[in-house]
């Protein structure tokens, strides 16, 4: 079947929008026609690194209607409202014990480019596109997943504010609920206000956590992570920040969330905690932090880095969705909508100050 897609040839190309082909569903497969997909940093990343020539279509973050299924799918049908997630294999070890973000095949189903038995879901002038990014490439009209990364949802979901539950949010608002477990005894510093620390923001927030600050170096960044429930907001150019954080959490925060990958912040967050305080780490970036060894060490504290929250979509996105609509989990307040030929914009305005763009189809 012929869709179009946004497709990228290299790193220092903009994204196109092309006639491509689809695959028909195979057997275990579901053809989903997008209605919406955010654009992720996660997408702009792997972009950076694919080679230049190589034509290949990302996004990660979709929602739509299933035109089709396989005929070995159950428990969707043609017509339902879906949100797309990561893709896990539902059946290794790790999957068994619900730690599928952590699925044995995890590279083979999110990274590859491609089916795990080498073929691809895409094509154009007849040769294959790298394509099945994070099981589904929804930076196109269509998009072919499986039922291990799709999560049923009402009718009527607002697919918009849903798409972005499928990573970004999911990834802050997961490593807050499923690892960092906040009380409203506890303090917790965000470390970024993008789409993925205001999540985390939002959660804190949604359970009652008695201390939330959020810290970056955007003023209006910051002025946003006050009205969704940052009891302070700190700039992160500042050069007492530790200082401050140890000050407003009386002697060092109980939790930190660092969505950043910078070195620099890394270290400040792992000094501002609390003895026996817990930080998690998500942010791509660089590979060589270097700890103080002496703070670990000495004050007992835990460093752990996280996939997607260490969520189970079908449990997390259910849950972000009935927040949303008690008006606990504001996410809407965080998107801005583009129609889908304006890819190139909603890249470079993410690049300058939109927090989270959903291409709109």
């Known amino acids: 079947m012929r869709t179009q897609a946004a497709v990228s040839h290299g790193p220092d190309t903009g994204f196109t929008i092309e006639d491509v082909e689809i695959s028909d569903p195979r057997p275990n497969e579901i053809l989903v026609r997008l ?27 979709g929602a739509g209607a299933v035109e089709a299924t396989g005929a070995d799918v159950t428990g969707v049908r043609a017509g339902d409202r879906v949100v797309l997630s990561y893709n896990s294999c539902g ?17 083979a189903l999110n990274n590859a480019g491609r089916r795990p038995d080498g073929s691809s879901t895409l094509s154009r002038q007849g040769g294959d596109v790298w394509s099945s990014f994070f099981g589904q490439s929804s930076f196109a009209r269509h ?22 539950m499928g990573c970004g949010f999911q990834t ?37 956590t008695g201390t939330v600050i959020a810290v970056d170096l955007s003023k209006e960044r910051r002025a946003l992570a006050t009205e969704l429930g940052a009891t302070h907001a700190l700039d992160g150019a ?37 003895p026996l305080g817990s930080l998690v780490v ?41 927040w949303h609509a008690q008006g606990r989990f504001p996410a809407d307040r965080v998107i801005s909508p583009f129609a889908f030929e304006d890819i190139n914009e909603a890249v470079a305005r993410m690049r300058a100050h939109v927090v989270k763009p959903v291409l709109t189809f």
């Open 238 to 274: 500042s050069a007492d920040l530790v200082e401050q954080i140890r000050e407003l959490t009386a002697g060092g925060a109980t939790h930190g969330f660092d969505t950043t990958g910078v070195p620099g912040v890394i270290r400040n967050a792992a000094l501002a905690l609390a």
């Open 143 to 164: 998009a072919l997943a499986t039922r291990e990364n799709i999560v049923v949802v009402p009718e009527d979901t607002d697919l918009v504010t849903a798409a972005p």
């Open 172 to 208: 802050g608002a997961g490593s807050v609920v499923n690892l960092l477990r906040p009380t409203p005894d506890s303090s917790l510093v965000v470390f970024g206000a993008g789409g993925v620390g205001l999540a985390a923001v939002m959660t804190a927030a949604a359970l009652g």
């Open 35 to 61: 209605t919406a997909a955010g654009i992720c940093h996660t997408d702009l990343v792997t972009k950076a690194v694919m080679p230049a020539g190589v034509p290949a279509v990302y996004g990660h973050e």
């Open 282 to 322: 998500v942010g791509l970036g660089s590979a060589d932090i270097g700890f103080d060894l002496m703070d670990l060490i000495g004050g007992g504290k835990t460093i752990r880095g996280s996939i997607e929250g260490d969520a189970n979509p079908r449990e997390l996105v259910p849950l972000l969705l009935d």
């Open 91 to 107: 059946a290794c070890a790790r999957c068994a014990a619900g730690r599928r973000a952590y699925c044995e095949r995890f590279a």
